[in-house]
């Protein structure tokens, strides 16, 4: 098993920073929403948690209970798909926070509290206690079969995650990750097998079943909750896509790592209780699997992009530690899928020798 380092600075400490710390025009104007619009009067605010996009939550007292207030700046970030996705999941019976009060113009969302109890802290302390892992993860796929199955009329309102979406989002390996972060001269033979390996695994993700897909259905993202567990957060990029990309996201986590027989359990164990459900899963235990391996080489590629991006571009150096983790998975998959071994081989003698150096001597 492997965990995500633990959290520095900002992060690491968002509970805890004095509010006055983040004394800024959109906090006053959250207080000011507070306080004069809602004649909700706050005890104390404090920083939630600390976000990859320009979305800030902050955690709001009053009166014995906690409450949070999103600020997503509307030049920067539109609420709209937030409050979409919400009513979705509400409706089909998960737990998601409920939208109390909302100020769409400016960019502010009042929501219920799912308090601090984060699935990855939660997994991490049970590491060595197989039963309380599973029964997480159990709560994790029911409430994730839930969405499946009963949220296909709500799918069909979402975007579609096709090729040109799935595409999008692996170039950012090449521009990001490999070009801006690992300083690779691509040749035109490289460019040519990374497309190669893209198209093979858009595919495999377009001949999947077609879900309601949260699309970051994560430990970072899923709140221990007691009576309702789990929590669901960070939901506002849900698209129409592959079956598996959630399941993925679930059990090849960035932040944290179990055996692969283990996670290759856990999905055979959701394919059969999602077909009890009613969803489509393909035609035998073997072809779930391959397109569970396959999507999670889509989805690591590009997260190698992303946090590489994060960091070069938004200055959030949290997320190198986390590279090499990710690029795990996607070495782990190469090697069964013949159409993915040129990769593997890329990754082994251009990538590999070199991350390291290079992530040190960005992080100076």
């Known amino acids: 098993m492997w965990i995500s380092p633990p959290r520095t600075g900002e992060q690491a400490n968002a509970g805890a920073v004095h509010e006055e710390r983040f004394l800024d025009t959109r906090l006053e104007l959250l207080r000011h929403w507070l306080t004069n619009d809602l004649r909700f009067n706050a005890e104390r605010i404090a920083p939630a948690s600390v976000d990859a996009s320009f979305r800030r939550y902050f ?208 999905v055979v164990a959701y394919r059969a209780q999602a077909a009890a459900a009613g969803v489509e899963v393909g035609s035998s235990d073997e072809q779930f699997v391959r397109w569970f391996d396959l999507m999670g080489a889509q989805r690591h590629i590009k997260v190698l992009g992303i946090f590489a991006r994060l960091f070069h571009r938004d200055g959030k150096p949290r997320y190198l530690h986390d590279l090499p983790l990710t690029l795990d998975y996607v070495r782990e998959i190469c090697p069964r899928y013949p159409e993915l071994h040129p990769f593997g081989a890329f990754l082994e003698a251009r990538v590999v020798p070199i991350l390291g150096a290079r992530t040190a001597e960005a992080l100076g």
């Open 59 to 266: 955690r709001v007292w009053r009166d014995h209970e906690t409450y949070i207030v999103m600020d997503a700046p509307p030049e920067k970030e539109d609420t709209g798909p937030y409050r979409r996705v919400a009513h979705m999941l509400a409706d089909v019976g998960v737990h998601v926070p409920r939208i109390l009060e909302a100020d769409t113009e400016r960019g502010l969302l009042l929501l219920t509290d799912l308090g601090t109890r984060l699935y990855l802290d939660d997994l991490a302390a049970l590491a060595n206690s197989a039963g309380d892992v599973d029964r997480l993860y159990e709560d994790a796929t029911r409430a994730l079969c839930v969405i499946q199955a009963r949220g296909l009329g709500h799918a069909h309102q979402l975007p579609p995650y096709d090729r040109a979406a799935l595409t999008r989002e692996m170039d950012l390996l090449p521009e990001w990750f490999c070009g801006r972060h690992l300083k690779l001269d691509l040749g035109e033979a490289d460019r040519e097998m990374i497309a190669s390996t893209f198209d093979a695994l858009c595919r495999s993700a377009l001949e999947q079943p077609q879900v309601f897909v949260h699309r970051d259905y994560h430990s970072r993202n899923l709140m221990v909750c007691n009576g309702a567990n789990p929590g669901i957060l960070d939901f506002q990029d849900a698209v129409r896509g592959a079956i598996t990309y959630d399941l993925v996201s679930l059990f090849k986590d960035c932040y944290i790592r179990w055996a692969p027989a283990r996670v290759r359990d856990w």
